[in-house]
């Protein structure tokens, strides 16, 4: 049965106008697990009595165990529509916000989001979280409102107030979707509704499911969903169009196949020449073009090591093929060439462009990679829309260990890029960093579990930045042989020009002329998007020199010098955000053996240090939204546990039968929330948070936390005597 359907894959694939590349993204619990496992029941890869119940997307064991899903895992199915077979391609994608940079990197493979919502909980942070995510990327929504049998069981409703509810979330999703696509001139009106046969409803977890096109064909209406529902104890399920058959009918006719979709897609995520036969290549979907792969996930396998999955844009991968892979110097050999089918890989001869490959051999290539035939330039670098906010030191119990606990490490940055790992072969306390508690305590456990090393872990710390707050005056850095200086000023960037940094918008990878256009749209004066010499992370270097003998060559370690005084700020080492550096003059010894590394770093970063003094650098922490679900009763105390955290309530108000707390909370004071409270509202409130960026902490407290990360890390705890504007 199997290999029949690996066939009939095989076969499929060589149809880009029969395939749907989509992923199914929802807030967390709202069902995505069990209708991805209806949907593989349905079109016959795994049986029909243990959808739901297997659970068949989620592979690794601490996503079983928990509940949740963790990595993007793919599958391949087919389902006939309209008299044609389709080759469906179905990209998972995690719930938890933890894990946002995995939801991102799945959206740049496919061209259509399933958006699943709870017909009782309605839209929630996450949901327009994935959608912006999907949006961005291009790719287009349907919707899908999940648990309409807790309507009618538990919440009694009839016709009309069920239609109503209906209507209410289909309201809110399109006027997010409204909101979202306002400024995309490439896309057309992406609001769902039912007549068109964007929406279906239903329920995954007893398998039946409705869309208008099922509706008129079996001329039911609500009154008769209700009646099924509540008279036959689900009994006479049959006479139900099945949830596999209602949602897959609607992926093929609404979302559209690689050949619609790649014109729209290539321009929003790959910024070469646009006229070039390689962009022809991939806009028409070309199997006999170049081979270009896009990878959206590496994952390890026991057997075959580890495996890139990607888009084939264009031309076809097969084995033996030698590809460059974007920011690396050498090829990569292909060793085989494969599709997913439920949690497993199947090998195949080759996988034209259009399609989802599984690849082994890409041994150089990290998630987000460009891989192909020819060099060129990479896709667009996925934005995380999250920046890791809290760290962890594991150490190896046992020293033997070390070695395969450094491999391993390196292992999970390459699979999720998210994750920042700062690597101390010297004492052996490496740093993980990520987007959150659970986030960090996951990745520990797959490295004790699957990798059986036994690990210590510190506790969590939070992670800062530092930012400038007001333009300062010029400061000069003077080199230990006092031969060279420079002078440099540094002033706070605007928030329209960080938040283009941010999104990739304005970067060194692209022509200088759109780099110009783009941060004076964003409002940087015209002379001084001219003189851009670097960007780092959220920081430009403005080179205002003129004529300056022997800087061009020098540059590099300026460069260098401004990079280490950026890694490490002034005030507690920790990263600075947001600084326009100037570099105004410089003054330089005639011979290169004097302006070396070991003069011009050091100068650098003191004067950068200095012009970062000069312009009040102060400390910022991250800090998270956080909502409440919560009754009635229980409301006091649940407001109370942001309050009490420095955080702020912002709004409260009624949803269905619970009240909605929504407030913003340092991610410092958010460690161990999940049990306080648990235990202020017995256990009744559901909650979750969704990182906000940072936020310069009030000047009572810079002080404080400026000497306790000092201490921690091990430096002198007196700030210099210039810092006295706290
Ligand atoms: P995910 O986190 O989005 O993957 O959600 P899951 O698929 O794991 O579902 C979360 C919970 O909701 C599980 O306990 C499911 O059994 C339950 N669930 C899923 N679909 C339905 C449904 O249609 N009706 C009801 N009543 N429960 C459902």
Known sequence: RRKKIVQECERLMDKPENIRNIAIAAHVDHGKTTLSDNLLAGAGMISEDT?????????????QERGITIDAANVSMTHEYDEKNHLINLIDTPGHVDFGGDVTRAMRAVDGALVVVD????????TETVLRQALREGVKPALFINK????ISELQE?????????MAVIRDVNELIRGMTEEMDDVGDWRVSVEEGTVAFGSALYKWGVSMPSMQETGMDFGDIIELERADEREELHERTPLSDVVLDMVCEHFPNPIDAQPRRIPRIWRGDAESELAEQMRLVDDEGEVVLMVTDISMDPHAGEIATGRVFSGTIEKGQE?????TAGKNRVQSVGIFMGGEREEVEHVPAGNIAAVTGLRDAIAGSTVSSVEMTPFESIEHISEPVITKSVEAKSMDDLPKLIETLRQVSKEDPTIRIEINEDTGEHLISGQGELHLEVITQRIERNQGIPVITGE??????????????????????????????????????????????ASMDMPELERREAL???????????NVEHIYGTNILIDDTKGIQHLNETMELVIEGLEEALD???????????????????????DAIHRGPAQVIPATRQAVHGALIDAEVRLLEPIQNVRIDVPNEHMGPASGEIQGRRGRVDDMYQEGDLMVVEGVAPVSEMLGFSSDIRSATEGRASWNTENAGFQVMADNLQGETITEIRERKGMKTELPPSVDYF
């Open 158 to 166: 009839g016709p009309q107030e069920m239609q109503q509810r209906l």
């Open 148 to 151: 309409v049998d807790r309507l």
């Open 520 to 530: 004076q749209e964003a409002g940087m004066d015209k002379d001084t998007s001219q």
């Open 51 to 63: 959808a739901g119940h297997q659970l068949a997307m989620d592979t690794e064991e601490d996503e």
């Open 568 to 590: 490490d700020g002034p005030l507690a080492a920790e990263p600075v955000q947001g600084a326009l550096i100037r570099l105004h003059d410089a003054k330089l010894h005639e």
């Open 119 to 126: 017909a009782v909980e309605g839209a929630m942070p996450q």
């Open 460 to 505: 969590p710390i939070v992670v800062f930045r530092e930012q400038p707050t007001r333009a300062g005056d010029v400061v000069e850095g003077i080199s230990p042989n006092r031969h060279n200086r420079f002078y440099i000023s540094v002033e706070p960037l605007s928030q329209d020009i960080v938040d283009i940094l941010k999104l990739g918008e």
């Open 323 to 327: 590809l460059y892979v974007s920011g």
